[in-house]
């Protein structure tokens, strides 16, 4: 008779569930694996682009899904140089080896002049002061020019000019016939030789509703000196709520961020809303909530306790990693004392405040910029 077939062996119930034990981990890392690929595919697109030199750079673009409220908010202006977008659009490193350069951190400062006419402008001791202090910067975002012309920014700029002699500033705001408001106006300052601008890309906010007094300024920079795929490249919104109606225009800032995301190049990661916000602790903090975005330093506190935000600089820190911790608000009356005082100094220009941060001038920052943090009131001269 032939042998009875002999029942396999059965594994010790430990090995057993062992087994089960793997086999449920394979399963569970196969399920987030192509969950995390759908979410990359449906949040994150890659893109290559090649810059002057002809190298090939990839970048990761998060997709944007907000909104921007019913208002259909648009920047679309003027017909756009595509090919100078190209050369202006924010390229990452193709290595960290390439983030070992010399050039020196940029500063951006913002300044709310206070309606600001050609009599007050053309005061000597008005232009020594704001000279004095504009050169200090390579990018002033200013608001509250009252003129019905470009006359203003052209002797500010020419003061600057003549007060230094490594520098070369140059302005940038739209024309007077594309401009709306109460005959205010915002503009761009900055330093020819660490800065370019795509004129191309300077637009303004639309607001068919016509809620804002002053339609933001919307500009696209890139620094100079580092290699153009590495340099630091930003969108500015230069906003000026009016003063008179603060409360409800500033609850309009969230939609003004998201109309400025839609700008163009939409592809920019890197905004920063800077102006004078209208913005008190409370707004601001829900504004935070809403877009992540959030202030580069504190308010200042005035003789009654009140912390007033006269200028302010929002971005988004975790997008923004060129930021480098170091910021810092300017009492105007510390430098008016500093120079020598003034006769009458524009009260609306000197309780203004104002205030500049720091930024890398390579695209995704590099090691050590944040330990350099300061928050201080200064006296108007940066060390």
Partial sequence: M??????KPKLPAKIKSGYDYVAQLAKLASLALLIGTIVFLFFVRVEMREDEEGNQAMKFVWRRMATIGENGSTTSQAPVDESALQRLVAFRPTSPGSLTG???PIRIATFQLGGADDSIMSRPQVRNLLGSLFVQFDIVAVQGIRSRNETVLAHVVQQLNEQSSNRTFDY???????????????????DTRRIEIDRAALCQIEDPMRRLAHRPLVGLFRVRG???NEAFTFKLVNINVDPRRRQPEAQLIDDIYWAAQRSVPATEDDIILLGDLGMDEGTLEDFGQKTGLKTCAGGVVDDSGTITRRNELLLEHFATVEFTGRAERI??????DSLGGMQSPPEAMVTASPLWAQ??????????????????TSDGVIR
């Fill in 2 to 7: 032939a042998d009875e077939a002999k029942p």
């Fill in 102 to 104: 010399g050039v020196a």
């Fill in 172 to 190: 940038a705001t739209l024309s007077p016939t594309l401009r709306e408001g109460n005959g205010e106006y915002s503009a761009f300052l900055f």
């Fill in 226 to 228: 580092p290699k153009p």
């Fill in 331 to 336: 009492s105007l009356r510390k430098m008016i």
């Fill in 359 to 376: 930024f890398s001038a390579y695209e995704g920052g590099r090691a050590g910029d944040y330990l350099d943090r300061t928050t201080s």
